[in-house]
């Protein structure tokens, strides 16, 4: 069984550029979180998702940041005219349902903005 | 606001020692307490976890300390080896609402020294 898988691994955007970073749940997995982890940071929640739903944007930045989980696919999110403070490792988990509570986390993509 | 704070930031231990990690959390409605364990370039994976109902929970070497009154809880590693290197962060979720949003502490560096 394939763990949670992202691509890219590394990405490196000129600011204004725009950053598409996937994630692929574990199979059977409905349910996925994405996470930012500064330098020097723990990890901070971004938004939560199922299939064609955001459930929680919360955490996730008022402009440029946008998620989806769409029916079939990978989950995305989306940076749009990244600035050198978007810089950061981007992590996703997956979990089966909110009926347990353990979230499996993906190797994550590090964003570098130029 | 930072509500879970994580302590030591960084740790050194010698091989065969006992390391402490604690933790401390501010609201309530959290009601469960994951251990994550990183290491460089990859993501978090799940080391323990343990919820309110007990005090104490314990695998293999591995073994949190729950104290519900005070907020508090704590990561042992007895025997500590090497090959424990690594960043460990606490965090925290409320199952209220079936939104299992993880809360992380800052992390602790650990060094296990041969």
């Known amino acids: 069984n394939a763990g949670v898988m992202q691509n890219p691994r590394h990405l490196v955007r000129r600011r204004g550029q725009e950053a598409r970073l996937r994630c692929s749940p574990m199979?059977?997995?409905?349910?996925v979180y994405w996470y930012r982890q500064l330098p020097e940071e723990g990890l901070k929640f971004m938004v939560y998702?199922?299939?064609?739903?955001?459930?929680?944007e919360s955490g996730m930045p008022k402009e440029r940041f946008s998620a989806e989980f769409p029916k079939e696919g990978p989950s995305i999110l989306r940076i749009q005219q990244v600035v050198r403070g978007d810089s950061a490792a981007y992590f996703c988990?997956?979990?089966?349902?909110?009926?347990?509570?353990?979230?499996?986390f993906g190797p994550g993509t590090r964003l570098t903005v130029l | 606001q930072q509500q879970v704070k994580q302590s030591p930031q960084s740790l050194i231990v010698q091989k065969g020692g006992i390391s402490i990690i604690n933790c401390a959390y501010e609201?309530?409605?959290?009601?469960?307490f994951p251990w994550y364990q990183q290491f460089p370039g990859k993501g978090p994976a799940l080391l323990i976890a343990i919820r309110p109902d007990v005090s104490e929970k314990k695998e293999g070497r591995f073994t949190i300390s729950f104290n519900k009154s005070a907020k508090q809880f704590s990561l042992h590693i007895m025997d500590s080896q090497p090959g424990d290197s690594a960043t460990y962060f606490c965090a925290a979720s409320s199952s209220g609402g079936s939104n299992y949003k993880l809360t992380f502490g800052k992390g602790t560096l650990l060094t296990v020294n041969p």
């Open positions: 199979k059977g997995h409905s349910h």
């Open positions: 998702l199922q299939k064609e739903n955001i459930i929680d």
């Open positions: 609201n309530t409605a959290f009601d469960y």
């Open positions: 988990a997956s979990q089966v349902a909110p009926i347990t509570d353990t979230q499996y």
